[in-house]
């Protein structure tokens, strides 16, 4: 059973484009959403991550979007660039347990 | 700061062999986790220590598999006798006390043939 899903499970934007990438949840006890970045060969590092009391959360060009309602969050990077080709996990937390559960990934390439 | 050290970074047995990958967490970092992500899936949890302390093992998947934490510091994690299924990525991530900081390690590439 998938606790955390995430689409699409591959993209591919233009140098400048946004591209946007999706997850949605079901267990409401988690309270914390990061999202991780893997470069090939590299482990998944956080990259920007939000609490459910706050909507969006913007660090440089990485914006998450996040509607507790719903339970769906998405991750935004603006004006992207060659660079940020690479995995990205959506994942979430609990504060009754901390091991970390992830999505799937989505693997991202940004084109010159 | 050193990060989390993961060694092997790759490792090709037979089916039936046994394999050993360890990790080096952060010096200080009381909590030490493993992950595992197979054929492009996503990445699941296997194990938490605290110390030397196994807090949660419930993603170990059988009993072929066996992590240690010596005295708290390094982690090993064998697989004894391997099968095909159990080629993929092994992570090691470690944290400090608190919420938030967990780093992750390169990982460890298993190919099970």
């Known amino acids: 059973q998938q606790q955390v899903k995430q689409s699409p499970q591959s993209l591919i934007v233009q140098k400048g484009g946004i591209p946007i990438i999706n997850c949605a949840y079901e267990?409401?006890?988690?309270?914390?959403f990061p999202w991780y970045q893997q470069f090939p060969g590299k482990g998944p590092a956080l990259l920007i991550a939000i609490r459910p009391d706050v909507s969006e959360k913007k660090e440089g060009r990485f914006t998450i979007s996040f509607n507790k309602s719903a339970k769906q969050f998405s991750l935004h990077i603006m004006d992207s660039q060659p660079g940020d080709s690479a995995t990205y996990f959506c994942a979430a937390r609990g504060t009754s347990y901390d091991k970390v559960i992830f999505g799937p990934g989505t693997s991202l390439s940004v084109i010159p | 700061e050193a990060g989390v050290t993961q060694f092997p970074s790759h490792s090709v047995i037979e089916k039936g062999q046994t394999v050993t990958l360890r990790c080096d967490p952060i010096s200080g970092h009381d909590n030490l986790y493993w992950y595992r992500r197979v054929m492009g899936k996503e990445i699941k949890f296997l194990l938490h220590f605290v110390k030397e302390s196994k807090q949660d093992e419930s993603g170990m998947p059988n009993n072929r598999f066996l992590a240690e934490r010596t005295g708290g510091t390094y982690s090993t994690l064998k697989v004894q006798p391997a099968e095909l299924e159990d080629s993929g990525v092994y992570f090691c991530?470690?944290?400090?006390?608190?919420?938030?900081?967990?780093?992750f390690g390169s990982g460890t590439r298993l190919t099970v043939v």
């Open positions: 991530a470690s944290r400090q006390r608190g919420p938030d900081g967990y780093t």
């Open positions: 267990n409401t006890a988690f309270d914390y």
